[in-house]
């Protein structure tokens, strides 16, 4: 009999752990994979810029984003109101840069360039009145970030028109706008300075070459819902 209840105990126990390993590895954010090699955006984007951007620097972000959960998490157990409002600014920057990279990614293609089509093209014909123009206000925008930060295309839902923003840092469009974005240029220097050295101008004069238009297109149908 007592070997019975021992055997539930340390069952329940190994039971007991196995759902905390799973409701731990369940909030645990990951690094995505590309759908693309490193060296697939050259020469616009070199496969060493990329390797870094992603392995590196995004993975930083995702690593740093589950520490600050996880004390986010213990602060909120506790009641520790004080930790949870020190946390904020490591959330936004981590988070934020999980985010921004995770859209960036996706919004590449090393069969991306040209222009978009259907309801996108229209819609950027109408508020900018012609893709072109969109393209030289968005490049403006980026190019004048101050520091590091990002250029984004953005739907905004209230007035169903697109918009151009900057923001700074890793600043996420929609929880610091709320634009939905659609396409964001990353201008931190890890993002260029290895291929393009201080000139901005041409990393972002380049990087239109790669975007994939189908990816923002269907931003746009799922922002609209
Ligand atoms: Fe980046």
């Not at 007592?2 to 105990?9: D, K, S, T």
């Not at 260029?192 to 238009?213: F, G, S």
């Amino acid at each position: 009999m007592l070997c019975r209840v021992g055997q539930i105990r340390r069952c329940a126990a190994s039971l007991n752990q196995t759902i905390n390993q799973v409701a731990a590895s369940r909030q645990k954010h990951t690094l995505p994979d590309l759908t693309y090699d490193y060296g697939a955006l050259e020469p616009h984007i070199n496969a060493e810029i990329m390797q870094l951007h992603h392995s590196k620097h995004h993975a930083t972000y995702v690593n740093n984003l589950n520490v600050t959960e996880e004390k986010y998490q213990e602060a909120l157990a506790k009641g520790d109101v004080t930790t949870q409002v020190a946390l904020q600014p490591a959330l936004k920057f981590n988070g934020g840069g999980h985010i921004n990279h995770t859209i960036f990614w996706t919004s590449l293609s090393p069969n991306g360039g040209g222009e978009p089509q259907g309801e996108l093209m229209e819609a950027i014909k109408r508020d900018f009145g012609s893709f072109q123009k969109m393209k030289e206000k968005m490049s403006a925008a980026t190019v004048a970030v101050q520091g590091s930060g990002w250029g984004w295309l953005g739907y905004e839902k209230e007035s169903g028109r697109l918009r151009i923003a900057a923001c700074a840092n890793q600043d996420p469009l929609q929880g610091t706008t709320g634009l939905i974005p659609l396409l964001g240029i990353d201008v931190w220097e890890h993002a260029y300075y290895l291929q393009y050295k201080n000139v901005r101008p041409d990393y972002v004069k380049a990087i239109w070459n790669v975007i994939n238009w189908e990816n923002e297109s269907e931003r746009l149908q799922t922002a609209k819902k």
